[in-house]
């Protein structure tokens, strides 16, 4: 059974920076495909950044130049290093993975940015 593990999540000042970390388990495959999303509050969840395991990334535009993505495609993990963090990136956070035919999602972080 293929599961997505993240972890990293806390409370984090206006500013200031956090790491997050996602481990695929349970596939001898590499995903095609890794990123990150994230959920507000009575908002629906929207992608924050993905990358192919050929290294091609995409991110939104709400995040450029402050977050960067990156993967250890040998583990199947991938990162979301998270700089100039701001209150409206506060957020639930999910791990999704492409692989085959096949989309799998962790069961999520959270990230508070408040003083």
């Known amino acids: 059974q293929v599961t997505l593990v993240e972890s990293g999540g806390g409370l984090v000042q206006p500013g200031g920076s956090l790491r997050l970390s996602c481990a695929g388990f349970?596939?001898?495959?590499?995903?095609?495909?890794m990123g990150w999303y994230r959920q507000a509050p009575e908002k629906s969840r929207e992608l924050v950044a993905k990358?192919?395991?050929?290294?091609?990334?995409n991110y939104a535009d709400s995040v450029k130049g402050r977050f960067t993505i990156s993967r250890d495609n040998a583990r199947n993990n991938v990162y979301l290093h998270m700089n100039d963090v701001k209150p409206e990136d506060t957020a639930v956070y999910y791990c999704?993975?492409?692989?085959?035919?096949?989309?799998?999602w962790g069961q999520g972080t959270q990230v508070t940015v408040s003083a």
């Open positions: 990358m192919t395991r050929g290294g091609t990334e």
């Open positions: 999704n993975g492409e692989l085959g035919i096949y989309t799998y």
């Open positions: 349970g596939s001898a495959e590499r995903f095609y495909r």
